[in-house]
Nanobody, 115 residues
């Protein structure tokens, strides 16, 4: 069983920055994939950024150049650095990991960007 706890969400004005953290209960070095998903009101959940165990990253086009995903295996923590935030980034952000073929989700953290 893997437990994930997100933090770092909040309210910010457009152009501002936030850093999300996702603390895992186990060794993240064994997670084949870790990602940040987001779900805006009335929209489907989408993968905003992902990172594999060997460090390959991918981003949805709308966040490229503004978001950076990283993982600290020593701290068992996944991060999402977000800069130049836009109102359309407003969503609940979820941490997701894949371990032994199963997906585990955090409870989500709200990010609200005001114009």
């Amino acid at each position: 069983q893997v437990q994930l706890v997100e933090s770092g969400g909040g309210n910010v004005q457009a152009g501002g920055s936030l850093r999300l953290s996702c603390a895992a209960s186990g060794s993240i070095a064994s997670f084949s994939f870790m990602g940040w998903y987001r779900q805006a009101p009335g929209k489907q959940r989408e993968l905003a950024a992902g990172i594999t165990s060997d460090g390959r990253t991918n981003y949805v086009d709308s966040v490229k150049g503004r978001f950076t995903i990283s993982r600290d295996n020593a701290k068992n923590t996944l991060y999402l650095q977000m800069i130049s935030l836009k109102p359309e980034d407003t969503a609940v952000y979820y941490c997701r990991v894949t371990y032994s073929g199963r997906a585990y989700w955090g409870q989500g953290t709200q990010v609200t960007v005001s114009p």
